[in-house]
C-alpha cells in the first residue's frame, strides 16, 4: 500500500513558479514510479509529467522545460517544480504511484493516487 498527500498548490501570477510535493508512505515509495496528473474543470484528467525507480523523467510537450519532476527517496517525497506557469496550467495537480511495468503517461496504469492539489494561475 502506498498513500499519498500532495501539497504546494495555490494562486500564483501568469510567468510565476510553484513547487508541488507528494509525500508517500509507506515502504515501497523508492520501488514505484511516480507521476503528476491534472486535471481542469470540464476536462479529462491529463498526464504531466513521470519519473521512473531509477530517476528517468518524461514530460508531456506542453511543460517542457518549464516543468521539473524530481524525487527523494530518503524522504519518501516527490516533487513537481513548475515554473513559467501559465494560466492554462490551472488544474487540480495529482501525483499517483505505479509499481508494476514500466514508467505510464495512462492514468490506468497507476495504482494509487493522492487527493489532489488545486493550482490556479492568474493572467
Known amino acids: 500500500q502506498v498513500q499519498l498527500v500532495e501539497s504546494g498548490g495555490g494562486l500564483v501570477q501568469a510567468g510565476g513558479s510553484l513547487r508541488l510535493s507528494c509525500a508517500a508512505s509507506?515502504?515501497?515509495?523508492?520501488?514505484?514510479?511516480i507521476g503528476w496528473f491534472r486535471q481542469a474543470p470540464g476536462k479529462d484528467r491529463e498526464f504531466v509529467a513521470t519519473?521512473?525507480?531509477?530517476?528517468?523523467?518524461y514530460y508531456t510537450d506542453s511543460v517542457k522545460g518549464r516543468f521539473t519532476i524530481s524525487r527523494d527517496n530518503a524522504k519518501n517525497t516527490a516533487y513537481l517544480q513548475m515554473n513559467s506557469l501559465k494560466p492554462e496550467d490551472t488544474a487540480v495537480y495529482y501525483c499517483?504511484?505505479?509499481?508494476?511495468?514500466?514508467?505510464?503517461?495512462?492514468?490506468?496504469?497507476?495504482?494509487?493516487w493522492g487527493q489532489g492539489t488545486q493550482v490556479t494561475v492568474s493572467s
Open positions: 509507506g515502504r515501497t515509495f523508492s520501488s514505484s514510479h
Open positions: 499517483a504511484a505505479d509499481r508494476i511495468g514500466p514508467p505510464a503517461t495512462s492514468a490506468g496504469a497507476y495504482d494509487y
Open positions: 519519473i521512473s525507480r531509477s530517476g528517468s523523467s
